[in-house]
């Protein structure tokens, strides 16, 4: 796509080759704005990182005017982008219809000897996440051999009860009944209960 005349557009229009047919318009103050926020950074890091001015930035993410060859190279410099990135055509999500229910105590039972799980989801495969409830037995982390570790990342909620969690890289905690925590679950990490009634928590592991 020649972008020479890039400043003439304020969003492009893509045609499948060989096709009358068009793509949604890429509107590249939109992409620009996405792009930034996935970086994590404000407009106004945005303007330090690449020389433009932060009302300049802002009207270019609203559209209200399109930006120049010149813009679009301190643009892809500054976020460290190459900038075919920015004229990448919109994503098209399709919905899977994918759905799998687990009735109240009717999942599949896994049994550890420090915690009692409950997996949910269980009709589903190639699953993003493993959805599972547990109740944690153990009051001692000598029960364990050693520290838990596992590919992807964990969210846990506390459903009943009290639990220590430890971690490999902080102090341990305490969480009670609506608390919940995030972590690495490459980084070793445990939960014992301190509640008179073993604990019970909910338990999500990302892929």
Same mark, same amino acid.
């Given at each position: 796509?020649?972008?020479?005349?890039?400043?003439?557009?304020?969003?492009?229009?893509?045609?499948?080759?060989?096709?009358?047919?068009?793509?949604?318009?890429?509107?590249?103050?939109?992409?620009?704005?996405?792009?930034?926020?996935?970086?994590?950074?404000?407009?106004?890091?945005?303007?330090?990182?690449?020389?433009?001015?932060?009302?300049?930035?802002?009207?270019?993410?609203?559209?209200?005017?399109?930006?120049?060859?010149?813009?679009?190279?301190?643009?892809?410099?500054?976020?460290?982008?190459?900038?075919?990135?920015?004229?990448?055509?919109?994503?098209?999500?399709?919905?899977? +219809?994918?759905?799998? !229910?687990?009735?109240?105590?009717?999942?599949?039972?896994?049994? *550890?000897?420090? %915690? @009692?799980?409950?997996? $949910?989801?269980?009709?589903?495969?190639?699953?993003?996440?493993?959805?599972?409830?547990?109740?944690?037995?153990?009051?001692?982390?000598?029960?364990?051999?050693?520290?838990?570790?596992?590919? +992807?990342?964990?969210? !846990?909620?506390?459903?009943?009860?009290?639990?220590?969690?430890? *971690?490999?890289? %902080? @102090?341990?905690?305490? $969480?009670?009944?609506?608390?919940?925590?995030?972590?690495?679950?490459?980084?070793?990490?445990?939960?014992?209960?301190?509640?008179?009634?073993?604990?019970?928590?909910?338990?999500?592991?990302?892929?």
């Amino acid at each position: 796509m020649p972008i020479e005349n890039l400043d003439e557009y304020p969003s492009i229009k893509l045609e499948k080759q060989g096709s009358s047919e068009t793509i949604e318009p890429l509107k590249l103050g939109q992409k620009i704005k996405d792009i930034r926020s996935n970086l994590g950074i404000t407009l106004e890091e945005a303007s330090q990182r690449t020389g433009l001015a932060r009302s300049t930035l802002s009207k270019i993410e609203n559209e209200q005017i399109s930006p120049t060859f010149q813009a679009m190279q301190k643009l892809a410099s500054g976020l460290q982008i190459d900038m075919p990135q920015l004229f990448e055509p919109p994503k098209s999500i399709m919905a899977s +219809g994918r759905r799998d !229910l687990t009735m109240q105590g009717q999942g599949k039972p896994h049994p *550890t000897p420090t %915690y @009692e799980h409950e997996l $949910l989801a269980t009709q589903l495969t190639h699953k993003k996440m493993m959805p599972f409830k547990s109740r944690i037995r153990t009051r001692r982390i000598e029960d364990f051999v050693d520290w838990v570790k596992h590919d +992807g990342e964990e969210f !846990l909620l506390i459903l009943e009860g009290e639990v220590t969690l430890y *971690t490999e890289y %902080y @102090e341990p905690i305490n $969480l009670k009944e609506g608390d919940s925590a995030y972590y690495d679950a490459n980084m070793g990490h445990m939960l014992t209960s301190v509640s008179e009634q073993d604990a019970l928590i909910l338990w999500v592991t990302a892929k």
